[in-house]
């Protein structure tokens, strides 16, 4: 079955650092979402890449599609101490899936 | 802005007894997911509906537990018997059939003893 790997499992940096997870299918992936859960909290969805090559920005989020639809990545610039949580990548592989694979995720800390 | 219901929130049992939980998807979303969630892992999919017929239940273990979405609204999963294995969080999901982004209720985190 398809599998989606995130790395790193944690990630711990100062405030004012970036950060960068990294999410790779098994499988050619229809889209990829990106979801944050706090902690004690429930994942809170964050965005929809669909396209090949696909870069998308909130604020100081960046998230990129990579060309053959196997990877994605979510970077952080200048991490704050309100992006603390867990990030998780979900790959979707038919289009007219509705269910989603979720990655382990990258759990952020962020020391003040 | 319209929310996920799920209850209850916690709930401690004993292993070998029967378990329920109610979600009450957002007012019109027809996909309705369950989904459990073990501590540092991603929510894992048990069963997706589409109103009141199940898509998938793939990976729901049909030994113990069981699904139902009656008249395609709110739904309850049921664990019966419920195994040591089985303490997480159960997540509980919904979405429109033209968007794809899931709603996520707040979970039920089941601790069985």
């Known amino acids: 079955g398809q599998q989606v790997m995130q790395i790193p499992q944690y990630q711990h940096v100062q405030e004012g650092e970036d950060f960068t997870t990294y999410c790779n299918s098994s499988?050619?992936?229809?889209?990829i979402q990106w979801y944050k859960q706090r902690p004690g909290g429930h994942p809170v969805f964050l965005i929809q890449?669909?396209?090949?090559?696909e870069v998308k920005k909130q604020k100081r989020l960046t998230f990129q599609f990579g060309e053959a639809k196997k990877n994605s990545s979510l970077h952080i610039t200048a991490t704050q101490t309100t992006d603390v949580g867990t990030y998780f990548c979900?790959?979707?592989?038919?289009?007219?899936?509705?269910?989603?694979?979720f990655g382990k995720g990258t759990k952020l800390s962020v020391i003040p | 802005e319209a929310e996920v219901a799920q209850s209850p929130r916690y709930k401690i049992t004993e292993k070998s007894q029967a378990v329920a939980f109610w979600c009450d998807p957002i007012s019109g979303h027809a996909t309705l997911y369950w989904y459990r969630q073990i501590l540092g892992q991603g929510p894992e999919l048990l069963v997706q509906?589409?109103?009141?017929?199940?898509?998938?239940d793939s990976q729901l273990p049909k030994d113990r537990f069981s699904a139902e979405r009656l008249k395609g609204v709110d739904s309850t999963l049921k664990i019966q018997p419920a195994e040591l294995g089985d303490s997480a969080m159960y997540l509980c999901?919904?979405?429109?059939?033209?968007?794809?982004?899931?709603?996520f209720g707040p979970g039920t985190r089941l601790t069985v003893t």
């Open positions: 499988t050619t992936l229809s889209n």
């Open positions: 509906f589409q109103d009141e017929s199940v898509v998938d």
């Open positions: 999901a919904s979405t429109t059939t033209t968007r794809y982004e899931q709603y």
């Open positions: 890449l669909v396209k090949s090559g």
């Open positions: 979900a790959g979707r592989t038919g289009a007219g899936s509705y269910q989603l694979t």
